[in-house]
């Protein structure tokens, strides 16, 4: 079946400093990723919707600066947490649609310390 | 971001029991769902799909079941196992222009008592 891996499985960084996390569909093309965020013992929430050669579409109350979207190929987009914050220690977790339903990243344990 | 809600309700079998997983969703114009499956520390896994043009869909062992009049959604599993114990979410698939959202319910936590 499809596959959709994201790199780093976890990652440890100061407050302050920027993370980057890469979701890579193995074996199809996405021209359309899905970034999701989850907090402990709560559901994934959307946060965005990454498009091959545009901009990413944020939802609501997500911020775009603080969260870039970048989906440079059709197998590859990365976020990258900007001047991480302890609150933005989360599960960040991708998904890409195949050709006949949405698969997901395994996640990213993310801490901010 | 979108959410359905903040709450992580619990259910607890017996295994070799049944289990009925509950779910509301909130877009009356949403007409396929999704069941996910999710260990800890893991993406969600598809377990089984239904469109709204159904109510009642089988797979190995799991059902779902759509009331679209209710806007309700149920998975069972039949003769739950330990290797069932995870957390199952409901999703409803909301079609856009260019693309679909998955947008997830709040899950429910089952947990198998060997």
């Known amino acids: 079946g499809a596959v959709v891996s994201q790199h780093p499985s976890w990652v440890i960084c100061k407050s302050g400093t920027s993370v980057k996390i890469e979701c890579r569909s193995l074996?199809?093309?996405?021209?359309?990723m899905f970034w999701y965020r989850q907090f402990p013992k709560q559901s994934l929430m959307l946060m965005a919707t990454?498009?091959?050669?545009?901009?990413?579409?944020?939802e609501q109350g997500v911020e775009k600066d603080k969260f870039l979207i970048n989906h440079a190929s059709l197998t590859l987009s990365t976020l990258t947490v900007t001047s991480a914050h302890p609150e933005d220690s989360s599960f960040y977790i991708c998904?890409?649609?195949?050709?006949?339903?949405?698969?997901f990243g395994q996640g990213t344990r993310l801490t901010v310390v | 971001g979108e959410n359905v809600g903040l709450h992580l309700p619990t259910l607890s079998v017996q295994e070799g029991d049944n289990s009925i997983i509950n779910c509301a969703y909130s877009?009356?114009?949403?007409?396929?769902f999704i069941w996910y499956k999710q260990e800890s520390g893991k993406g969600p896994q598809f377990i089984i799909d239904?469109?709204?043009?159904?109510d009642k869909r089988q797979g190995q062992r799991v059902t779902v079941l759509l009331n679209k009049t209710v806007k309700h959604l149920s998975l069972q599993i039949a003769a739950t196992q330990p290797g069932d114990s995870a957390v199952y979410f409901c999703?409803?698939?909301?079609?856009?222009?260019?693309?679909?959202?998955?947008?997830f319910g709040p899950g429910t936590s089952l947990s198998v008592i060997p």
């Open positions: 998904s890409a649609r195949g050709p006949t339903e949405a698969f």
């Open positions: 239904i469109r709204s043009n159904m």
């Open positions: 074996d199809f093309q996405a021209t359309t």
């Open positions: 990454s498009n091959e050669g545009s901009k990413a579409t944020y």
């Open positions: 877009n009356s114009a949403s007409d396929y």
């Open positions: 999703a409803e698939i909301r079609s856009g222009t260019s693309y679909d959202k998955v947008i």
